[in-house]
């Protein structure tokens, strides 16, 4: 049997680092372009697609399209990842279900479109697709209709798909008399954007786009599987995942792997792993960071529940975590629940085989109450000004914190219960986080609060 090289063994250690970041651009950016995300970007990816490839194909078991114009990276999932929704968004704010059925339907039209296409002849393809969906359908004079076919419209443009050569897709949305835009399609572009493992019209059940292991998986299938939650989540605990994948995990060699390939730094823990990314180019949400103020308050609101668990964890209540497994098979099951039945072929149909996963040892988290966190986040605000939360939050201390907390759940580090959260390990490594408030520049006189004369 012959034994499986080591990853990027044909790299050159002195192009290693090249190499590594173009595996980070690849596994980060849903499609690379001449434009996207930057020029450049896709010359140095195109370097070493023959080598990105193998080693994708390999290890992870996924695909790599790369020709001269886009490179996109075509993954098997095994879970549904809630994270990917930060794909579908525009200006930081996922695609809500009408963006999401109308990104669909338009994509679907430009089947039958030529290279070319206006606005006008767009929406009149779309409009009868649309309303044949039941609680969908279009209305030209619906403000909030017509600004979800603009995010969409947008963000086809942005990912290369579309290429505004006249008009304006903005005049139009402002309603500037006959306004139009004119679009020409890029094909090779919109079939890769969607591009699931099977025919999504024999597919009876969201799952049967994961990708599925035989109920005795090998060891090499087994690494693959903990290989993709590395690369995919943010910190693996064991907790989280099945006992041969655990094992997997702790023993050296599949984080040590994919550690090689991306340049990440192996951080081991008794509750889990993770990949550290010193450089903070490898996360669609960097954290912790000087950016927004939901940012800055996730950090502090941390350091406020490592505080509490330092001070009183005795009276704190510890309660199950959740099982991962059934939190999938319920979200399997309310995306299953908004499944058309109408138009499957049942001798076609493909349904995923009923494997029950291997339960994972139960392990309980502290809770920290709702009131407690409110109380925080209030806290917070007399202590830095209400002000340093920037306009938006600045009245709104319950809204930043919903923020905050969605931040840290799709980051693993807080896990939502009813009457509050659960602390996962991972918290506890941003314990010592502080607040930094910009500062005067030391000039060597006291701050008197006085202004100077003549101002």
Known sequence: MSRRRRPAQRIDPADLGAYQQAMRRVLTC??????RPRPGVLANVLRWADELSEDLRELFGHTLIATTEHVRLVRAP????PTQRQVFA????PFDRRRLAYLCLLLASFQRSQV???LADLIRHFTPSANAVGGLGYDPTDGTHKAALVDVCSWLVDHGALHVSDGSLEAWAGGHGQADALFDIDHEVCEVLFRPVRPVQHVTGVTGLLVHHPDEPTREQTARRARRLLVEHPVVHYADVTPDVADALRAPGVAEEVARLTGLTVERRAEGVLLADPGGLFTDRPFPGRGSAVNRTAGLLLAKIADRMETARAALTHLPLPAAPDAHAELAARIDSALPREGVVGALAWTPPATAA???????????EQGRLEAMVEDLFAEFG???FTAAWQRDPRGLLDAALELLTDLSL???VPGGVLVLPAALRYRNIQGALPQRPDTGMLPLGLEPEGT
């Open 78 to 81: 095994d879970t549904l990842d």
């Open 30 to 35: 849903d499609i690379i372009t001449r434009d």
């Open 90 to 93: 525009r200006a930081g704010r």
């Open 116 to 118: 070319e296409v206006s």
């Open 358 to 368: 291997a339960a994972p040892e139960p392990a309980t988290a502290p809770l920290i």
């Open 386 to 388: 209400a002000a340093s």
């Open 414 to 416: 807080l896990r939502p």
